[in-house]
């Protein structure tokens, strides 16, 4: 939905989305694998490292798919400052579905950040909201 907005392909926007956290999943699991019961180290630091090391999990399996080489390099420079349209996008995507997620649990300081968002990002915020049960 925020592709056409900054001149990104949607299409390549919504397999970017798809596939940036492939790695994490990978990575997870392998994790499971070798740490058994071990529990994964609970800082900040490690979290960060570990969503790092997925991205770059994730790019190469994008181009083993066989998927537009954009989407590869999305991911990688998501959240850099000269990255592409389609790399701006999918950070702001995956911050907004984070805060999302967040806000719907409760999280006071996710209301806080939620009305700073810019006037587009603050409408797809709003459409994201969890249908009332």
């Given amino acids: 939905m925020l592709a056409p907005g900054v001149g990104a392909d949607p299409f390549e926007a919504y397999l970017a989305g798809l596939m940036q956290h492939l790695g994490l999943i990978v990575a997870l699991r392998l994790a499971d694998q070798l740490a058994g019961t071990a529990p994964l180290p609970p800082s ?7 969503l790092g090391r997925a991205r770059t999990l994730s790019a190469p399996i994008s181009a083993l798919w066989e998927l537009p080489p954009a989407v590869g390099q999305a991911i990688l420079h998501a959240g850099q400052p000269d990255a592409t349209a389609l790399a701006q996008v999918l950070h702001a995507a995956d911050r907004l ?5 967040l806000a719907d649990a409760g999280v006071e300081a996710a209301a806080t950040l939620a009305a700073a968002l810019p006037a587009g990002q603050a409408r797809l915020f709003d459409r994201l909201r ?4």
């Fill in 130 to 133: 969890a249908p009332e049960a």
């Fill in 97 to 101: 579905a984070r805060l999302r997620v």
């Fill in 44 to 50: 900040d630091a490690f979290g960060h490292a570990l």
